[in-house]
């Protein structure tokens, strides 16, 4: 079961703005969903393969060729902002 | 370095992989490009797009796994690493988690001589991020996703580098093998080859120590010295009554220190999970054996060669086989020249290594050729010129002034072997230094040297020094009344 910082934790890491007077009930509902997995790891599941993806193929390759021109005029019509083709963003610095 | 400390690192090395568009879509990867104009719809995660993986970047990944003999996983799967960061527009990164497409091999380092395995942990496929460019732009971050979806072939290897000279050494390695099969250009400056450096220390035989991890390290010059850096600060700390905290450090050049990044506190959760929009990869038997079948032949196995085929003494086998453009340059040369190995490797170890550093260049594109360096080889073996002017040749070459035969003639090089001129020149010289000859008969060794000094002088460099030597010790026999 989530604690209440675990809720906030996860907010944070998925940049979910929750405001404080909802994050017990948003506990309550992450909570439920947490239950319904506990219930499916009682499946005993020993031998079986994980499954990597829901349609049973493999991937295919494509070739190694230059298909894509440049239209970064196109793309960045819908930017916020934009200088010197670089696209303009807050500050970030990790 | 730091007395009763045994140190242990473990490398992440990022190599990018040398395709001509990038993993997931069909945009270019070439470097220096204006911003933004290699970035497609794929690359910008524009809302419906679907990333469609790149042939050209599995290839690659399989030769890798077949070069450290690592196995190359029939089925592997691409995840999400998931964070958020303004140059990762999709707020993930696709990689492998669980399954990677390379597990296992082994990478053979030597350091001072001393050969060390270094097991690897696995090799995994993903894209690169895009770059954040922080000046300039009035409080702004300006972003260009060109590099962004760029392929990237993650090495990780085992905790085995027991000091920064070792991880070096693996680096050095590592970094020649990749653009050895020609899977990675190696560009340090472009950051095709970058490593992070997870590092510890403990007492000899305790359990791991906490470890930090030195991000983005694209020099071996820093790797090592953040290396040497990290441990000192981590043994003060620890002998002062300190902990080492997990962390993630920065290297920073100017100040020449590592310093905290985040804190294992503030550590990203990644939240990997299956990509939903790749099915997994299969990698057939088929695909393996062709790829195998293509394979050049690999550093390890050229060094044998050129240990146990060419009798090279083992020093000379491995910087020979440090770079493929080296060691194919060598073999040009034995074959030109017709044999002479030992000779041949003195030479390109010798003069013309020293011409690629002084020039900074690879052996494919110094001024001197293969053919024409076995030319004057050749001169030297069948005694034409004297080692001492095969180095002016050598550089009369470099400069462009023609092969060596045509300069040994133009610059009257040839040394004399007539053994009637030589010996009129020693008897001469003989009848000259009657106090030398008088010494050497008293025992005197260094008498000797200096009249061989003097009848190359007489020369003017050009005697045969074998037969000057020969000629006037059969001459200071007779002077001394001995048996010829």
Redesign the interface.
């Known amino acids: 079961m989530l604690t209440l910082d675990e809720v906030r934790r996860i907010a944070d890491l998925a940049r979910i703005e929750v405001p404080e007077g909802e994050v017990a009930a948003l506990q309550q509902q992450l909570n439920g969903i947490f239950g319904l997995i506990e219930q499916m790891r009682a499946v005993d599941t020993a031998g079986v393969e994980p499954m990597a993806h829901a349609i049973d193929l493999t991937q295919r390759l494509r070739e190694d060729a230059v298909t894509e021109e440049d239209r970064h005029a196109l793309y960045q019509e819908g930017a916020p902002q934009v200088e010197a083709g670089l696209y303009l963003v807050p500050k970030v610095i990790e | 370095m730091s007395a009763g400390w045994e140190v242990v690192i473990g490398l992440e090395t990022h190599a990018q992989l040398s395709?001509?568009?990038k993993i997931f879509?069909?945009?270019?990867t070439a470097f220096g490009a204006?911003?933004?104009?290699?970035?497609?719809?794929v690359d910008?995660a524009?809302p419906g797009v679907l990333p469609?993986?790149?042939?050209?970047?599995?290839v690659r990944a399989i030769r890798f796994g077949l070069a450290v003999g690592g196995t190359i996983a029939p089925?592997s799967?691409f995840a999400r690493k998931?964070y958020?960061?303004?140059d990762l527009p999709k707020g993930y990164q696709i990689s492998q988690f669980?399954?990677p497409v390379v597990v296992g091999g082994e990478i053979l380092i030597a350091v001072e001589g001393v050969e060390k395995r270094v097991r690897l942990t696995r090799a995994h496929l993903e894209e690169d991020a895009g770059k954040?460019?922080?000046e300039d732009?009035h409080?702004?971050?300006?972003?260009?996703?060109n590099r962004a979806g760029t392929p990237l072939l993650e090495i990780v290897s085992e905790p085995d580098l027991r000091s920064a000279k070792e991880a070096v050494a693996y680096a050095k390695t590592l970094h020649s093998l990749v653009r050895w099969i020609g899977i990675c250009d190696g560009n340090m400056q472009e950051g095709s080859f970058r490593c992070d450096a997870n590092v510890s220390v403990r007492r000899p035989g305790a359990p791991l120590g906490t470890r930090c991890e030195i991000k983005n390290l694209n020099s071996f010059r820093f790797l090592e010295k953040a290396i040497d850096f990290e441990v000192r600060r981590q043994v003060e700390l620890i002998e002062d009554g300190g902990k080492v905290v997990q962390e993630t450090r920065l290297w920073d050049p100017q100040k020449g220190e590592t310093r905290a990044?985040?804190s294992k506190e503030d550590a990203?959760?990644y939240?990997y999970f299956?990509d939903?929009d790749?099915?997994?990869?299969?990698i057939t038997p088929q695909a393996i054996a062709r790829e195998r079948d293509a394979m050049p032949e690999l550093p390890a196995a050229m060094r044998e060669r050129f240990i146990a085929g060419h009798g090279l003494p083992a020093s000379d086998a491995t910087t020979l086989t440090a770079s493929k453009a080296l060691a194919d340059y060598f073999e040009a040369v034995v074959k030109a020249v017709g044999g002479e190995p030992k000779a041949c490797a003195n030479w390109v170890l010798g003069e013309f290594s020293a011409l690629l550093n002084r020039l900074e260049v690879e052996a494919d594109a110094g001024p001197v050729p293969p053919a024409a360096l076995a030319g004057l080889v050749k001169r030297v073996l069948d005694g034409t010129i004297s080692g001492k002017s095969a180095k002016d040749v050598f550089a009369a070459m470099a400069a462009g002034e023609g092969e060596a035969d045509a300069i040994i003639e133009a610059k009257g090089l040839r040394q004399v072997s007539d053994a009637g001129a030589i010996e009129a020149i020693v008897d001469e010289v003989l009848a000259g230094n009657a106090k030398q000859v008088e010494d050497y008969r008293a025992g005197k060794e260094k008498a000797f040297n200096s009249l061989v000094g003097q009848v190359m002088k007489a020369s003017r460099g050009k005697a045969n020094p074998a037969q000057v030597n020969e000629i006037l010790k059969r001459k200071l026999g007779q002077v001394a009344g001995l048996a010829p």
Do not use: C, K
């Not at chain 2, 204006?34 to 719809?41: E, G, I, L, R, Y």
């Not at chain 2, 790749?278 to 299969?282: G, I, Q």
């Open positions: 395709t001509a568009s879509s069909g945009a270019s204006a911003p933004n104009t290699q970035a497609s719809a910008l524009l469609v993986l790149n042939a050209g970047a599995v089925r799967v998931n958020f960061y303004p669980e399954l954040s460019l922080h732009f409080g702004m971050s300006g972003i260009d996703l990044m985040r990203q959760d939240r299956p939903p790749l099915l997994p990869l299969e």
